[in-house]
């Protein structure tokens, strides 16, 4: 038997069973990033801490439930998680609901516009990546 990386088994399992996960839409392909991530992580390419984790999401926390002016870093990085369906991992329902409306708020302003922008780049290139690869 061919041994295939987490990645592989990863996209093979989204395209079993009667509801197939559509890499190409949000959900699924930061799924498959994740899973690569995670597969960098395991190899000992790339290390997540979870101290490190802990501090982001404190930082996040910070910014966007206070009324603190909120950098561009957090608000993308905000903006990803939220899209991934991941904030819930790490916010209370009550935080989440305050998050993503101070996100709404902050995407009228000209600087949400250019977070905006970027993280549609991301997403354009994250979708041709993968339809290059697929």
Do not use: W, Y
Not at 87 to 97: A, G, P, T, W
Not at 114 to 129: K, M, N, W
């Amino acid at each position: 038997m061919m041994v295939i990386s987490l990645t592989q088994r990863f996209f093979l399992c989204t395209e079993t069973g009667s509801e197939s996960v559509d890499i190409r839409d949000e959900k699924g392909m930061f799924g498959l990033v994740a899973a690569a991530l995670l597969e960098l992580e395991l190899s000992g390419c790339v290390c997540i801490e979870e101290k490190k984790v802990r501090a982001v999401v404190d930082n996040l926390r910070a910014e966007l439930l206070d009324d603190d002016p909120v950098d561009a870093e957090t608000a993308v990085v905000a903006v990803l998680l939220d899209k991934s369906d991941d904030l819930k991992e790490h916010f209370s329902k009550d935080e989440r609901r305050a998050m993503k409306e101070r996100l709404k708020n902050l995407a009228q302003t000209p600087e949400g516009k250019l977070i905006a922008s970027a993280v549609e780049q991301v997403e354009t290139i994250a979708v041709i990546l993968l339809t290059t690869i697929l």
